[in-house]
């Protein structure tokens, strides 16, 4: 069976090393079984696997998201049914995030229109990141992240 080691993997899917242990760490990638010098060689079906989280992560899908959605793809004669409620709850996420984003850029978008530019006692931005009553929108604390990382 034909097996490729993890720098070409690497190169193929264009995942570095570290990421594809990890993964491999993780669970969303099979332990490949090693060579006699100990190096580990994937099945050719590995770069699919990895091309497939690339995009799911490309894509903003989280971890577990994409293990469920591994697992469903490893089972193709079942329903997309649960892929689809995946798929919604992101996108749902998605735009909840931009529209918390749009709010957040309309708040600053008034804050530097308003703005004199002459002296700080008069510069708006300066007031209204000093007294959160003189925004135009409710907007998350610096605490919430409006974005999650990858």
Do not use: W
């Amino acid at each position: 069976m034909p097996a490729i080691a993890i720098g070409p993997l690497a190169d193929e899917t264009g995942i570095k090393i570290p990421t594809i242990r990890y993964y491999e760490e993780i669970g969303l990638l099979p332990s490949p079984p090693r060579s006699r010098g100990n190096r580990r060689l994937y099945p050719m079906a590995a770069i699919g696997r990895l091309r497939f989280i690339r995009h799911a992560r490309d894509l903003g899908f989280d971890i577990d998201a994409i293990r469920q959605l591994l697992t469903l793809a490893d089972q193709p004669d079942h329903s997309c049914a649960e892929a689809d409620r995946l798929a919604r709850i992101h996108l749902d996420d998605i735009e909840s995030k931009i529209a918390r984003l749009e709010a957040l850029r309309d708040e600053v978008r008034h804050m530097v229109a308003d703005c004199a530019q002459d002296r700080i006692r008069q510069c708006r931005v300066i007031e209204v990141l000093a007294d959160h009553g003189q925004c135009r929108h409710d907007h998350p604390p610096a605490s919430s992240p409006v974005i999650n990382n990858r």
